[in-house]
């Protein structure tokens, strides 16, 4: 509710731009730190990655 009280008060395409290239940085961020946990917890290695790079990830 806050973000679409937020566009309603500026509704520019560049503040629309500005305000998912943040959204984008902080789940990028959050990923890559979940990514790295996983990795020194021995749960994500690099056969595991090997192994979800050949899976069809978008199927049901």
Do not use: P
């Amino acid at each position: 509710m806050h973000l679409l009280k937020m566009f309603a008060f500026n509704n520019s395409e560049e503040y629309a731009r500005e305000v998912q290239e943040v959204l984008t940085r902080h789940f990028q961020n959050r990923l890559n730190a979940e990514a790295d946990r996983l990795w020194d917890e021995g749960i994500l290695d690099q056969d595991k990655l090997d192994e979800i790079r050949k899976m069809d990830l978008h199927s049901k």
